[in-house]
């Protein structure tokens, strides 16, 4: 079955202190891996899109990274700004779940000045 | 300029009655999408419509029936509101099955 699982659920780091998220998945041919930022009472906002593995893409203070089961979102000294909860979706290729994205928990972030 | 926008933003309402949650995008894209999002904040998707046709219809109950009157437009209609359906519900866009989805700022569906 197809699966996305985020590690930490929530995760509290004072700004300036940098840190990474993970994001483990099992999932039938991957055509991609997402990543998306929410802020409470907003809808998910994309940030990346990873293809294979070795693949890394930035943005500011984000960088994310792609391996066969995993993916990592690296924050670099982190701005109070920073704080929302970060989820991550995989999609797959082949199988029942073809084309849907699949959704992990999300990692709750909180960074305090 | 809202690129997706879904009305009403809150509702309440008693269990048994029928809803409808609105959904329009101004981004051109050709599929929409409608995710639920439950108290535990695992979003999942439901149903997807590419130029008006539905191509992702998951196990969903029949008293959630989506229609697209066009591209730009994706609705939800719910009957026979239970208390589980109590979330809250995303539209969301793109180009077809690409997974960078716009979303909307949701519906927040409470049934007592």
């Known amino acids: 079955e197809d699966q996305v699982t985020q590690s930490p659920e929530a995760l509290r780091l004072q700004e300036g202190e940098s840190s990474s998220l993970n994001c483990s998945y099992t999932v039938s041919g991957l055509r991609g891996l997402f990543w998306y930022r929410q802020d409470p009472g907003k809808g998910p906002e994309f940030l990346f899109t990873?293809?294979?593995a070795g693949e890394e893409k930035e943005k500011e203070r984000l960088k994310a990274t792609l391996t066969k089961k995993e993916s990592f979102l690296h924050i670099t000294a982190p701005k109070p700004e920073d704080s929302a909860t970060y989820l991550c979706a995989v999609q797959a290729g082949y199988g029942g779940s073809q084309g849907n994205l699949i959704f992990g928990k999300g990692t709750k972030l909180s960074v305090k000045p | 300029d809202t690129a997706v926008s879904q009305t009403p933003k809150y509702l309440v309402t008693q269990m048994g009655n029928d809803k409808s949650i609105k959904c329009e995008q101004n981004l051109g894209h050709d599929t929409m999408y409608w995710y639920k999002q439950d108290s535990k904040k695992f979003l999942k998707i439901m149903f997807s419509y590419n130029n008006k046709e539905l191509i992702i219809n998951e196990t969903v109950p029949n008293r959630f029936s989506p229609k697209s009157p066009d591209k730009a437009h994706l609705n939800l209609h719910i009957n026979s509101l239970e208390l589980g359906d109590s979330a809250v519900y995303f539209c969301a866009s793109s180009i077809i099955l690409t997974g960078e989805l716009f979303f909307g700022e949701g519906s927040r569906l409470t049934v007592l």
């Open positions: 990873l293809y294979s």
